[in-house]
Nanobody
Framework: QVQLVESGGGLVQAGGSLRLSCAAS????????MGWFRQAPGKEREFVAA???????VYTDSVKGRFTISRDNSKNTVYLQMTSLKPEDTAVYYC??????????????????WGQGTQVTVSS
């Protein structure tokens, strides 16, 4: 059973940057798409970004040009580099493993493993 452990969250001022990391245990990390979701207070969890097994990436419109998802298969780790952060990016960020190798299929109802979440707070 895969376990996902996020790190790198914290408090940052608007315009600042953070890098989230998600370390995965288990085998076959490089065979699966990985993704990031977030949930703000009082809101539903939403998709942020995903990366396929062959490093194809997809992003939600609100983070395009500001966030970059990447993976290091040698370390079983996926990253989310966040720049130009805005107060509306404040949320708990969750790492997720997709059920397939394709980034387009990393959707809330097709994730087969979740991390515990890491808080990102952006002050204005």
């Amino acid at each position: 059973q895969v376990q996902l452990v996020e790190s790198g969250g914290g408090l940052v001022q608007a315009g600042g940057s953070l890098r989230l990391s998600c370390a995965a245990s288990g085998r076959s990390f490089n065979n699966y798409a990985m993704g990031w979701f977030r949930q703000a207070p009082g809101k539903e969890r939403e998709f942020v970004a995903a990366i396929s097994a062959n490093a194809y990436t997809v992003y939600t419109d609100s983070v395009k040009g500001r966030f970059t998802i990447s993976r290091d298969n040698s370390k079983n780790t996926v990253y989310l580099q966040m720049t130009s952060l805005k107060p509306e990016d404040t949320a708990v960020y969750y790492c997720a493993r997709g059920a397939t190798s394709q980034a387009s299929q990393v959707t809330d109802n097709r994730v087969n493993a979740w991390g515990q979440g890491t808080q990102v707070t952006v002050s204005s």
